[in-house]
């Protein structure tokens, strides 16, 4: 009998992770998780039950602790922009560095039903709507709150963030 796709809600979802954590990545876990990060529109979606679908939300979900337990081991981070090739593929051939789309900011709000307070800093710069995507991604890095930043010393030695 071949299975056939269904949604399911995040409480199904956690109930049914136990029995997929074999081989699963190190970012993996129950996707109710994220709803303590801040992440409540969770609650509201119907997500599909593949396993492809909770490895590929936590993965999303998992950005920003992947990305801070990477500074603390001391690898360099680039933030590309509007590039889906070429320089995240050549920043992944370096030893020791990572790359994440700094631009990928822009669903914080709607995931997090517009609690980050991202979009209201962006307001307060002078950045309105007719900025969108980017005013999250300005209130992200205004705020410091959601990508590692540079030690003091990196960016006295001209922006080398290794």
């Known amino acids: ?9 995040l409480d199904e979802w956690d109930r ?19 709803v303590a990060d801040g992440n409540s529109r969770l609650l509201k979606l119907r997500i599909d039950n593949s396993p492809a679908a909770l490895r590929l939300w936590n993965f ?30 050549m920043a992944y051939s370096l030893d020791d560095t990572v790359a994440f789309y700094a631009d990928g900011a822009w669903w914080l709000p709607c995931l997090m039903e517009n609690r980050t307070g991202m979009l209201e800093l962006a307001d307060q710069l002078g950045i309105d709507d007719s900025f969108c995507p980017v005013r999250a991604m300005l209130g992200a890095f205004v705020s410091k709150a959601h990508f590692p930043l540079a030690r003091p010393r990196d960016v006295q030695r001209g922006g080398d963030l290794r």
């Open 16 to 34: 049914r992770h136990a029995a997929l954590r074999a081989g699963e990545p190190s970012y993996s876990g129950p996707l109710g998780r994220h």
């Open 1 to 9: 009998m071949k299975s056939t796709v269904q949604c399911i809600t």
């Open 60 to 89: 999303l979900l998992s950005e920003e602790e992947r990305l801070h337990e990477a500074r603390k081991q001391g690898k360099r981070l680039v933030g590309t922009m509007k590039d889906l090739g070429t320089v995240p593929v």
